[in-house]
């Protein structure tokens, strides 16, 4: 078992840019590909990894520093600290039973796989960490932790599910053939599904309106660079510091705006040759039997209606933190909210828009799960030794991914029976959403 540990931490530390290339040289050799052809795909994806990387981190450390600053200057005081998704991560990484979540997320995989419950390799291991994390939570609230383990198995299945019908919309966003995004933050597609079916019936709402559309309409303004550019500058003044900073933030936004789209071809360059091997080795092997290669959420990076409806929606959670009552929550790390957004761009087909309004919508739903699991996030930082047990004070993550379902696996696991029938009837929401992507898919497909 230590041996387990060591190899898996030691595989961990390798990064996702080294760790998830690796692995798909692995595939494409399985695949038959030549070596020369597979370690160049596999090399060119760890430059896509580092590059999304770079501009994600450049983009969330300029943005989040504005945002951060607005946020003083108003006089803000909220008791807990948010240490956004990499604090979560890295607390979730220190428990000590994280790396069992491995074998389990391989083993559920390899058996929907064999028996044709789902068309996703899931090979993006890095995003462990989130069952983790959910199993952490329920094992809190039930003291067993062989129900937290059944409520990540839980969670496993609906991301490969999910995974599957997304397949399509993730091809027609990237332009990449045969990858998913089977990530725990397009779950909360889940509740904004019913409210994007009543959005499409509003008439300015329910047409195109992604990127592209946006540059037809305002014609320059509509382009990436001086869309950012619009958006840093207008940040860069409410933040209070000054002409000359919102001339440099606005810089910043505008280059980061122009680079996604160009680092994101990088995954088109090293995805297909390994998607077009797997599904000639299924054709030959399986009767044309499709698979999706599951990945990290950088892979749709490349699209700038979701960087313009994250950055649109940093004011929601600033005004939200302020006025909505009981929050305890002050936005900092956690203030690019990648939390919604990826699940609404899917969801929405790049309807930027009805992704503005989704982030307005669920802000509540993140902040007041935020305030909420507080306390667990603290009692995990203490006791893995990560935030030191002498100092005082909370931590949490203003931007709570899935609040929704990780409450409600922790409940119904403690025989809650309110929790147990809203969680029936979160599980038929989702499988409106499966039906109704199938649609889609389906009618998408006959038209092309």
């Not at 595989?11 to 692995?23: K, N, R």
Request: proline share 4%; glycine share 8%; net charge neutral.
């Amino acid at each position: 078992m230590d041996i387990l540990k060591t190899v898996i931490q030691y595989i961990l530390d390798l990064g996702a840019a080294v760790f998830v290339p690796f692995l798909m040289l692995i595939v494409g050799l399985l695949m038959k590909m030549k070596f020369r052809d597979a370690f160049s795909a596999a090399l060119t994806l760890g430059v896509a990894f580092t590059g999304m990387g770079i501009l994600v981190n450049f983009i969330m450390t300029s943005m989040g520093a504005a945002a951060n600053d607005l946020t003083t200057h108003t006089g803000i005081s909220l008791p807990a600290v948010d240490i956004g998704w990499p604090g979560a991560a890295s607390i979730s990484w220190a428990w000590p039973y994280a790396f069992l979540m491995f074998p389990l997320q391989l083993g559920i995989n390899f058996l929907l796989l064999v028996t044709n419950q789902t068309k996703t390799l899931n090979v993006d291991l890095w995003n462990i960490w989130n069952k983790i994390f959910t199993a952490v939570i329920v094992t809190y609230f039930t003291n067993n932790v062989l129900f937290g383990f059944l409520a990540a198995a839980i969670v496993i299945v609906l991301e490969l599910k999910l995974g599957d019908v997304f397949a399509p919309e993730v091809e027609r966003l990237t332009g990449i053939p045969g990858v998913t995004v089977p990530h725990f933050i397009c779950l909360i597609a889940v509740l904004l599904h019913p409210i994007d079916e009543l959005l499409k019936k509003v008439p300015l709402l329910n047409k195109q309106f992604d990127a592209d559309t946006l540059k037809d309409k305002i014609g320059v303004f509509g382009e990436n660079s001086v869309m950012g550019a619009i958006i840093g500058f207008i940040l860069g003044l409410s933040s209070g510091n000054g002409v000359k900073y919102a001339f440099t933030l606005a810089v910043q936004a505008a280059t980061a705006l122009t680079l996604f789209p160009m680092v994101s071809k990088l995954f088109s360059q090293a995805l297909s040759p390994i998607s077009e091997a797997v599904s000639e080795f299924m054709r030959e092997r399986f009767e044309d039997r499709e698979v999706y290669i599951g990945l990290d959420w950088p892979i749709l990076g490349g699209r700038n209606e979701l960087w313009v409806a994250v950055i649109f929606t940093i004011p929601f959670l600033l005004i939200g933190a302020v006025t909505l009552p009981h929050n305890s929550v002050l936005p900092f790390a956690g203030i690019i909210n990648l939390s919604f957004v990826v699940g609404a761009l899917l969801l929405t087909n790049g309807n930027v828009l009805r992704m503005i309004i989704h982030g307005l919508i669920s802000t509540p739903l993140f902040l007041y799960g935020a305030t909420y699991f507080t306390p667990y996030m603290t009692r995990l930082a203490r006791e893995t030794g990560t935030l030191d047990k002498g100092i005082k004070g909370m931590i949490s993550w203003s931007t709570f991914e899935g609040p929704d379902i990780r409450y409600l696996l922790a409940t119904i696991f403690k025989g809650d029976l309110l929790s147990i029938l809203l969680f029936v009837l979160w599980l038929g929401l989702y499988i409106w959403l499966l039906k109704d992507r199938n649609k889609y898919n389906q009618a998408i497909q006959e038209i092309g």
